[in-house]
């Protein structure tokens, strides 16, 4: 098997005599919101230390290879990718371009529900008039739903600047939120859909995604998040060329150029604190890092109840707040190029017609499934793996379900858990012979991840995918306060921020978001100037000078 001339590995091994006594600044942890931050405070000169605790960077973004094959673990696809889209403009701002994209193509998701197959096609327009033409009797209410979309398109933006400091920011915040955010946008998605559309079957079309890509129920995630899921893939949906991790590689350049660096194999033990404020961080091996700012990327969890200590988690704050759900993914290596073994570039996503039943808990352990075949979308996986392919199928399991493991450690696991992945593992060959029949005969390896390694590697408590649930309570309801609206980029203890997730929404576009916003906060009022100031200007471009990193689609 042909192997790629890049590593999969991204960052450097910390070793004894690398690591400076002081820096410009510590981020803690390399998924993209910390990376986001680092390259930020980089651009505007200040000298960064990244410590990973895994052995490679990038957070859910990182890839891997296991005997000779290779997968990606967390991106399947980005969106807002288009020329002047705000993801793109990040992407070239982060990374002087060097990031490159391949267009997915028409359509870019498929829904299998309960037999019915359903494509989301590229544009509002198109999908709009394709649900109408499926559904001609619920036209009034598939425009209403179409329209009520659009006015959310502000909500998302709106929401991360109330995470501000400043009474600048607020106000303009307070002002923005009662111009934008309409009051169906905090509210139940599925109770508000449901006032739209009577059919069941287009209800499901239409809130599938969410519940699968969002790992909730659709009872509890607010309707602005549907929202922000239709407009995120308005024009499409893009693959990083080269694999998930050329995200982290093309951002480890500016770090290092502005005479930082990503350390990898570099647990942090806890965060300094010099009286009132964070001074620093102190890795495992007892080394202590100095600095003026600390940026914890590690989760609100992690970063309140374990680097500090507990110090601010007796305030009873994060306990009051839901897990998001946990999941297992299973990696298949296939023998045989994608167009041989009819492997799409667009994701499927497979549920029995009830895409809330499982985070309701009225069924099953696991949920409907989200499939995805990163090699068919990278136009340059055959080159360097011809004859190969590879896949990973994603549920989301019961919380409880690997429990009585959680005690047992890495590559040492009780044979009632090496039983429950077989079961597992099973299961998700089975959905897969059935939607994909071409590849029954042809799976050469498979390995199943669960919430264990997902704490392992990636270090989230409990394996959650998204850390803490992005739900109607922690945002608010327009009325009452949201459960995380303290948690913002801005903490309270001087000179510690907070980045990714936690800080607003999930995914890429919510880590990257909560980073950009760490990454204000961080900075001086000249810092400040010079990063937006820089990102208009990347917006400002020329569209061609933005597309010219576009890979052309896979095939």
Same mark, same amino acid.
């Given at each position: ?32 919101? +910390? ?71 028409? $359509? ?183 600095? $003026? ?7 609100? /969890? ?17 306990? +009051? ?57 990278? $136009? ?70 669960? $919430? ?23 945002? +608010? ?22 980045? +990714? /997730? ?35 200007? /990347? ?5 061609? /000078? ?10």
């Amino acid at each position: 098997m042909a192997r790629s001339a890049r590593s999969v590995l991204v960052g450097r091994p910390l070793a004894s005599g690398e690591v400076a006594a002081e820096y410009d600044a510590v981020v803690i942890g390399s998924g993209a919101g +910390g990376l986001t931050t680092a390259v930020c405070l980089a651009r505007q000169g200040r000298r960064v230390a990244v410590f990973e605790q895994h052995y490679t960077a990038g957070g859910y973004t990182h890839a891997y290879r296991r005997r000779g094959w290779e997968w990606d673990v967390g991106i399947h696809y980005v969106g807002q990718l288009a020329a002047r889209e705000p993801v793109r403009v990040v992407s070239d701002y982060l990374t002087d371009g060097a990031l490159q994209w391949a267009p997915l193509g028409d $359509p870019y998701d498929e829904f299998r529900l309960a037999g019915e197959v359903y494509r989301a096609p590229v544009g509002l327009e198109a999908h709009k008039a394709g649900l109408i033409a499926r559904f001609p009797a619920e036209r009034a209410g598939i425009e209403a739903l179409f329209a009520l979309i659009s006015r959310c398109r502000a909500v998302l933006p709106v929401l991360a600047l109330g995470r501000l400091s400043g009474p600048v920011a607020r106000r303009l915040a307070r002002a923005l939120r009662a111009a934008a955010v309409p009051p169906q946008a905090l509210r139940p998605a599925r109770e508000v859909v449901c006032e739209l559309i009577g059919d069941e079957r287009l209800r499901q079309a239409v809130l599938t995604q969410s519940a699968l890509l969002l790992a909730d129920s659709t009872a509890h995630l607010p309707f602005f998040m549907v929202a922000v899921l239709f407009e995120h893939f308005r024009t499409g949906a893009w693959y990083p060329v080269g694999g998930s991790a050329a995200i982290a590689r093309a951002m480890l350049e500016p770090i290092r150029a502005a005479g930082g660096e990503v350390f990898v194999r570099a647990p942090v033990a806890r965060i300094d604190e010099d009286g009132a404020r964070a001074s620093g961080v102190v890795l495992a091996n007892g080394t202590r890092v100095r600095a $003026p700012v600390v940026v914890s990327s590690a989760g609100a /969890q992690n970063t309140f109840g374990t680097l500090l200590r507990g110090r601010l988690a007796d305030s009873g704050r994060l306990a +009051g707040m839901r897990r998001g759900f946990p999941f297992v993914l299973l990696f298949v290596g296939f023998d045989g190029d994608p167009a041989e073994l009819g492997l799409p570039r667009h994701n499927m996503m497979v549920t029995d017609g009830d895409c809330d039943g499982f985070f309701d808990g009225t069924k099953g352990r696991t949920s409907g499934l989200f499939l995805s075949f990163s090699r068919a979308k990278d $136009p340059t996986w055959t080159t360097r793996h011809p004859g190969r392919s590879t896949g990973e199928i994603l549920a989301y399991v019961r919380p409880g379900l690997f429990e009585a493991f959680h005690e047992s450690r890495w590559r040492d696991r009780d044979p009632a858990y090496l039983a429950l992945k077989a079961e597992i593992t099973a299961e998700l060959l089975d959905q897969l012979y059935r939607h994909l029949p071409r590849t029954r005969g042809r799976v050469a390896y498979h390995e199943l991840g669960t $919430p264990l390694s997902a704490e392992h590697f990636a270090g989230w408590p409990g394996g959650s995918l998204y850390g803490l649930a992005k739900d109607v309570a922690a945002f +608010g309801d327009g009325h009452r306060p949201g459960l995380a609206d303290w948690l913002r980029p801005r903490t309270g203890i001087e000179g510690l921020y907070l980045a +990714g /997730q936690d800080c607003l929404a999930g995914g890429f576009l919510g880590a990257v978001t909560g980073g950009l916003l760490a990454a204000h906060e961080a900075l001086d009022r000249a810092g400040r100037f010079r990063l937006w100031a820089g990102l208009l200007r /990347q917006g400002m471009k020329p569209a061609a /000078q933005q597309q010219r990193t576009d890979g052309p689609p896979s095939r």
